[in-house]
């Protein structure tokens, strides 16, 4: 079992930043895939961004240029730095990790999210 805390919410005006981490307990998580996804009031869950555990990272086009997603696999950890931030970013982000690719197909641990709101 993989356990994921995420924290780094909050609020924050058009055009900020915020940086939320997610650590992980329980296995190396060295050896996971692990990215970011987040979900809007009455919309699905959506993919934002993952690290792969060799490093190669992918980004939603929504978010490319403008949120950056990083691992430290010694503190086993997965950051996603968010800048110019614009409130349709506002949902709960929630992180993920999985043996297998996150960009397809089930993720068999997940979070409990943290909520990011920008203001307009």
């Known amino acids: 079992q993989v356990q994921l805390a995420e924290s780094g919410g909050g609020l924050v005006q058009t055009g900020g930043s915020l940086r939320l981490s997610c650590t992980a307990s329980?296995?190396?998580?060295?050896?996971?895939?692990a990215g970011w996804f987040r979900q809007a009031p009455g919309q699905s869950r959506q993919f934002v961004a993952t690290?792969?555990?060799?490093?190669?990272?992918y980004y939603a086009d929504s978010v490319k240029g403008r949120f950056t997603i990083s691992r430290d696999d010694a503190k086993s950890t997965v950051y996603l730095q968010m800048n110019n931030l614009r409130p349709e970013d506002t949902a709960v982000y929630y992180c993920?990790?999985?043996?297998?690719?996150?960009?397809?197909?089930?993720?068999?641990?997940w979070g409990q999210g943290t909520q990011v709101t920008v203001s307009s």
């Open positions: 690290v792969e555990s060799g490093g190669r990272t």
């Open positions: 993920a990790a999985d043996i297998s690719t996150l960009l397809g197909g089930s993720i068999d641990y």
């Open positions: 329980g296995r190396p998580f060295s050896r996971y895939n």
